[in-house]
């Protein structure tokens, strides 16, 4: 019997969150955790957006990357076309913080739901959910027929 291959995953590795060749990226790497991905980060003071704080724009935007990162990372186009966030507590730059992304549904499809989660250690510093478009759809863009 032949071995399982593993899934060919879908590269961006200009992405600000996960790019790898980004230069002023974050370079987020993420992983297969239970029902979903995650990923650790420690973002910068390049980060700061008012008075200190990490900008809400980039943790929205990590949380954005890691809702497609659920299928993208298994090897399917994916692209986030709606997001909704609560931000619960401030983030300062050097706090070590935590990205978790889990589909809400076991439905087939190219648009899906997902949720995805900042903490800090065990606060959560954002939470939120999205629809994302996955497979051909997502390749061709979210105004495709």
Request: net charge positive.
């Amino acid at each position: 019997m032949g071995e399982r291959a593993e899934p060919q995953r879908v590269e961006a590795r200009q992405c600000f969150i996960c790019g790898p060749d980004n230069p002023i990226g974050l370079r987020l790497r993420f992983h297969e955790d239970g029902a979903g991905i995650a990923a650790d980060f420690v973002p910068s003071e390049a980060f700061v957006g008012y008075n200190g704080l990490v900008h809400g724009g980039v943790v929205a935007a990590v949380m954005d990357d890691a809702m497609a990162n659920v299928w993208a990372h298994r090897g399917q186009p994916a692209v986030t076309v709606h997001l909704s966030v609560k931000f619960r507590r401030p983030v300062r730059p050097g706090q070590r913080l935590r990205v978790f992304a889990v589909a809400l549904s076991a439905r087939r499809g190219a648009s899906q739901r997902v949720r995805a989660v900042v903490s800090h250690g065990d606060q959560v510093v954002a939470e939120g959910e999205g629809i994302v478009l996955v497979g051909e759809r997502a390749r061709l863009g979210a105004n495709a027929p």
